[in-house]
């Protein structure tokens, strides 16, 4: 990693230098947490190909829990990379990239992003920003970048860099000062893995927009009585099929054991350890993909130890106490 030094570590113009540009590429490839300017707010960056720095992010932000994020590329090209594009996203693409548009579209067979990026979905938001320090990020870096709001969980979204500053400080190991962004308008998200498309979040980019180029999207946000879709087709997360147990100090013959830390119980028919050291971070980085594995036919149900509650822990523990709730056999979620 390179080195953090306080006088360094904020650029202070707003042209942008090459070099600020090239050292918070390297703070990205190192897994560290890199501010940067974004048309619509300051984003809070990570490597979205790396589980650990995305798990960082949540502990930056202090968020409670898991939600899935969107991944920034810089091109269209590099979207299809990691996204399954049909000719409704090769369009809207066409139309409105870079730009604030975010579309979820079904998560590429050899999709790079981290599944903790996705909160464990079958899909991928993803966008290409107009921003010019946003672009040569990217660009230096060769790789997808998630990013939240540069923001404490809770508090205003940033658009300046002493916003950042305020707010998650030394939490972030650089933060690239592009001016202030233009203020308030977030990214339109369209999801694109059901038909007709629906609108998840207004933004940038209007309905009517949207609709010359591919027909009329529903309206998620929409009042109940004007949204056709069952509520159950709006699960935004993650469950998996199987039963689970929360706070197993044993586990049957015929359970799937999630565990964490040095002492896991003996005896289940397939154990994946969260994190043998017991390290929250690499437990976070690491649940989606665990839970997976574990959701086979062949077992009876996932058995999980406790996992401590603070830090990370308590998004983790959101995440399977969601997971492990009652629900209607017609949601495909929580
Ligand atoms: P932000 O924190 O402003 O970047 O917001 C990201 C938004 O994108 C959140 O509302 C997420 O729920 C939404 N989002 C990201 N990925 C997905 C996905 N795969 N499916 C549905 N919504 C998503
Ligand atoms: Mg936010």
Known sequence: MPQRSDAEATTTHADVSAAAVAEAAAWLRAGGLVAFPTETVYGLGADATQPEAVARIFEAKGRPRFNPLIAHVADTETARAHAAFDSRADALAA???????TLVLPRSAHCGVAKLASAGLPSLAVRVPAHPVAQRLLRAL??????????????????????????????????LDGGPCAVGVESTILDLTRTPAVILRHGG?????????IGAPEDATAAPADRPSAPGQLASHYAPGLPLRLNAREVRPDEGLLAFGADEPGGAALTHNL??????????????????????????????????????????????????????????GT
């Open 275 to 332: 994190s043998p050291a017991g390290d929250l971070r690499e437990a976070a980085a690491n649940l989606f993909a665990h839970l997976h594995a574990l959701d086979r036919p062949d077992l009876a149900g996932i058995a999980v130890v406790p996992i401590p509650a603070e830090g990370l822990g308590a998004a983790i523990n959101d995440r399977l106490r969601r997971a492990a709730a009652p629900r209607p056999a017609s949601s495909g």
């Open 142 to 175: 060769g790789r997808p970048v998630v990013a939240p709001s540069a923001n404490a969980s809770g508090r205003l979204s940033p658009t300046t860099a002493e916003h950042v500053r305020h707010s998650l400080g030394a939490r972030v190991d650089m933060i």
């Open 205 to 213: 980019i209007s309905r009517e927009a949207l609709a010359e180029v």
């Open 95 to 101: 139309a409105f990239w870079p730009g604030p548009l």
